[in-house]
């Protein structure tokens, strides 16, 4: 478990339902995001776990409920909010260094000094001699250390991650991982982080949290302990997950009390 960090804030989602239409996607939830924790969510295909993330950013409106930042209700995007995709996001006509410093161009961050930042950021994701290749000159693992920096670039306060790391081949997948752990420990940041994949999920998440088939309700939320090692044995959690992602939705009473004898 994270203790809080000053300056990072987490989220509170109070009985949140988002919809298109009259159709629910995300029913019914409730849920904390600790500050400066990493959480991860997985659930079946369709259950609402990008459309949650958009909810967290400030891009999708909630039906009812209310999602809090920092105890502020979420109202819209914000710079403290930074989202990365899986599709590659960046734009193909401007440059590695040009991709990343655009957030800052928009807050009107005069261009010396968004140039250093973004060339340090740049750096610190390992990409220095990069800065001038545009996008489909670089390869797909590239492209996602340039959409890391682009997200940290603003310092946001939380980073939500829309299986950023689906499309990559093992190695880099890896990679990846190291990588924002390896950030992630020196600045810290709160983390939501949606993924298909259970040993990733155990991997970055301090809890991982369980949506059910669609409309996602919450079906557990469960602590990861232990050190973040891929060489750790995680069969017993992989089990649990794997059981809690195939077994039936349940109603939302028994999903809230599921949630709190979960450890
Ligand atoms: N803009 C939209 N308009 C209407 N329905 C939408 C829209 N975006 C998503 N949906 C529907 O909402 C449901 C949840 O979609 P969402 O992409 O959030 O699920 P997901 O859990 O992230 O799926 P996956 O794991 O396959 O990426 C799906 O049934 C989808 O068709």
Known sequence: MVSAVPGVAGFRLERVTIGFGSTPV???????????????VVGPSGCGKSTLLRALAGLQPVASGRILFGGEPVAGPSAQRALVFQDDALLPWRTALRNVELPLAIQGVPRARRREQAAHLLGLVGLSGYERHRPAQLSGGMRQRVQLARALVQAPRAILMDE???????????????LLLQVWRHRPTTVVFVTHDVDEALLLGDRVAVLTPGPGRLRAVIDVPGPRDPRQDRSRDRERLLTLLGGPAPAAQEAAQESEVVP
């Open 164 to 178: 950023p790391f689906g499309a990559l081949d093992a190695q880099n997948r890896a990679a990846m991982q190291r």
């Open 26 to 40: 995300i029913e019914d939830l409730d849920l904390d995001v600790r500050p400066g924790e990493i959480l991860t």
